[in-house]
């Protein structure tokens, strides 16, 4: 059975300061994809970035990066010199090989105070 | 330019009522899904189709009808509103390649449900 946690519900820091938001998964299945969106205040839900099970390299896009570790089942994502925009619901995902839908954790609030 | 677009963005409504959403992608994706996220913020999986046939329906009540009629449109019918149906309703799109290699789920903007 697929299975994402997101053990942070909530995460308060004031701008400037690094964040990491952790996300561990369960799956079977030996070949998925790993996701993380973000949900702003306005509601809307914004990919970020998708990872393949057989692909383990760090990626940086930014001030964002990712770290996957599947000896952990994990597919951390730490923003630097957070911003207040950076404010959103974010959300780790999971899809095994094949499979027609996306896992959801429970997401976690992200609140970055000027 | 929107890529999933979704009618209408807020739905008030009396319990027992029928209604639907529309949901239209012109990313050209052969998969639409349907999505619902509860008061707590947890996003659940409905429905998913590919090519017009319905693939996943994950335990939903009958009174969710899904209906695609092309490629590019999945709308939602749900029936006998109830309170407990009051959610944030998102759908999807993904293209489907050979040996079930699974693009990027693209959301819409999400249809807001309150049932009074």
């Known amino acids: 059975a697929q299975k994402v946690t997101q053990a942070q519900t909530e995460i308060s820091v004031v701008e400037k300061e690094d964040v990491t938001l952790d996300c561990v998964y369960e799956?079977?299945?030996?070949?998925?994809?790993l996701f993380w969106y973000k949900q702003p205040p306005s509601g809307e839900l914004v990919f970020l970035i998708r990872?393949?099970?057989?692909?383990?390299q760090n990626e940086i896009s930014g001030r964002y990066s990712w770290n996957f570790q599947k000896s952990t089942s994990s597919f951390n994502f730490t923003i630097t010199a957070s911003q207040v925009v950076d404010s959103a619901v974010y959300f780790c995902?999971?899809?095994?090989?094949?499979?027609?839908?996306?896992?959801f954790g429970q997401g976690t609030r992200l609140t970055i105070n000027p | 330019d929107t890529a999933v677009s979704q009618t209408p963005k807020y739905l008030v409504t009396q319990m027992g009522n029928d209604k639907s959403i529309k949901c239209e992608q012109n990313l050209g994706h052969d998969t639409m899904y349907w999505y619902k996220q509860d008061s707590k913020k947890f996003l659940k999986i409905m429905f998913s189709y590919n090519n017009k046939e319905l693939i996943i329906n994950e335990t939903v009540p009958n009174r969710f009808s899904p209906k695609s009629p092309d490629k590019a449109h999945l709308n939602l019918h749900i029936n006998s509103l109830e309170l407990g149906d009051s959610a944030v309703y998102f759908c999807a799109s993904s293209q489907l390649y050979r040996q079930l290699k699974r693009e990027t789920q693209y959301f819409g903007p999400g249809t807001r449900l309150l049932v009074l």
């Open positions: 995902a999971l899809s095994e090989w094949g499979a027609q839908k996306l896992v």
């Open positions: 990872r393949n099970s057989f692909d383990e």
């Open positions: 799956t079977r299945d030996t070949t998925y994809y």
